[in-house]
């Protein structure tokens, strides 16, 4: 859960004895909860903790006289939080920072866009806060200000609203990260630990939290965790292949579905757009198969449901269709209506159709559905890996048995979306 958001412009304040003290001036500081203010906010971002993240955000640039902006994402020393900050140098070198802070439990890569989102606006109002300063414009100053707080505010609303994920959204959180990708690749060939997954995931991602990798998995039944008694090494005396293991029980993909909702309805109303709508969803589905969508059309669906914006109009047009001309404003303010469209448009979310007066309407051409298959596939490969010895995914017959069994048990389970 995210705690707040905090900005500040770094000041050197030269002394006349050419002494610096420098400091971090607040900006706009806002908090999820009222118990924080601008008075007690150390108890979240240590001042010794503002400069290390400064620092992370400066180094090489000092001296510098040049617009410049970049994030960085890491864990607090003083304080149990982790952060994502934006770091703006304008022009004229004065240098802003903007913190977001969340709890250590958090999955803060899924909130990156919308973070790196308010840094594309905040690059804007940091350059006109400075000329305003610079000029001193003091109703500028106090607009800009407004400005910048509601804009923190927004971003804060918007971290929650994604932080409330339903189940199509958290399959979706499995298809837009790298490592959980990953993770489903080893465990569709074997059963691993989990100590060992996590050494082939730092790999790819230093300090790498696999519980809050595995989240997904647990909470829609797709996976099972059990402890394994290990064997001893008759030569060594070594007991090996002892701890956590994790067996995938449920193997998952996303489907593309046609509409029926609004194809019933159509029908029931004898709407006019039937036969043109139909037909779209006819022309699109006779060359469609789940099984052979290609792997990166998965994972911009994954993001795409992972936008606020474009996951509130995706679940309102399953029930409903629209003039291009009428669309609900259910969009956010800094959401740009028709690059949203465009992107639904190009993935074949939603088409237009034109009606005999030449009026266009949105449809949603496709509904997105999860297919949750038990996989029996395994099966061949879990005997493999306990034959073969000599491979990386070598089993023991303890591990073999465990994975057999669970997949016996798990078998009737149905997961409901």
């Not at 864990?75 to 004065?94: C, H, I, M, N, W």
């Not at 309102?316 to 740009?336: C, G, Q, T």
């Not at 034109?354 to 029996?376: A, G, H, Q």
Request: charged letters at 30%; glycine letters at 2%.
């Amino acid at each position: 859960m995210i705690q707040g958001i905090l900005t500040f412009q770094f000041k050197i304040n030269q002394k006349e004895t050419g002494e610096i003290a420098p400091e971090f001036e607040p900006i706009q500081l806002v908090f999820r909860e009222d118990k924080y203010d601008e008075n007690n906010f150390s108890e979240l971002l240590a001042q010794n903790d503002i400069f290390a993240i400064f620092y992370q955000h400066t180094t090489g640039l000092f001296g510098v006289k040049y617009s410049y902006s970049n994030f960085y994402e890491g864990r607090l020393k003083e304080t149990p939080y982790q952060v994502l900050s934006y770091f703006k140098q304008v022009a004229d070198g004065t240098q802003y920072l903007a913190i977001s802070i969340f709890e250590l439990d958090d999955e803060i890569d899924i909130f990156e866009d919308l973070i790196k989102e308010m840094g594309k606006r905040l690059d804007v109002i940091f350059d006109k806060l400075t000329r305003a300063r610079n000029s001193k414009q003091l109703s500028l100053i106090e607009n800009i200000n407004i400005r910048l707080k509601n804009e923190v505010k927004f971003t804060i609303f918007q971290v929650d609203r994604l932080s409330n994920l339903d189940k199509l959204q958290k399959i979706a959180l499995i298809y837009n990260s790298v490592e959980r990708l990953k993770i489903l690749e080893i465990l569709r060939e074997y059963p691993i630990s989990k100590k060992k997954l996590k050494g082939i995931l730092e790999k790819m991602k230093i300090n790498v939290n696999v519980d809050i990798l595995l989240q997904p998995f647990l909470e829609l039944n797709l996976i099972r965790r059990d402890w394994i008694k290990g064997e001893k090494n008759k030569k060594s005396g070594e007991i090996t292949h002892q701890g956590e293991y994790l067996f995938l029980v449920k193997d998952l993909l996303f489907a593309r579905v046609p509409n029926e909702n609004l194809l019933n309805h159509f029908k029931d109303t004898k709407n006019e757009l039937l036969p043109l709508y139909k037909q779209k969803v006819i022309e699109y589905f006779s060359n469609y198969d789940p099984y052979t969508q290609p792997i990166e059309e998965t994972k911009k669906l994954a993001s795409i449901l992972l936008n606020p914006d474009v996951y509130d109009f995706f679940v309102l047009m399953r029930h409903n269709h629209y003039p291009l001309d009428k669309i609900p404003k259910i969009f956010s303010e800094f959401a740009v209506t028709e690059i949203l469209l465009d992107d639904l448009k190009n993935l074949n979310i939603i088409t237009e159709v034109i009606d005999d007066n030449d009026r266009k309407w949105i449809c949603l051409l496709t509904d997105i559905k999860p297919l949750i298959v038990f996989p029996e596939y395994l099966l061949p490969k879990i005997r493999a890996a306990y034959k073969d010895q000599d491979s990386d995914g070598a089993i023991t017959y303890e591990i073999a048995k465990k994975a057999l069994s669970l997949l016996e048990i798990t078998y009737p389970e149905k997961v409901n979306f």
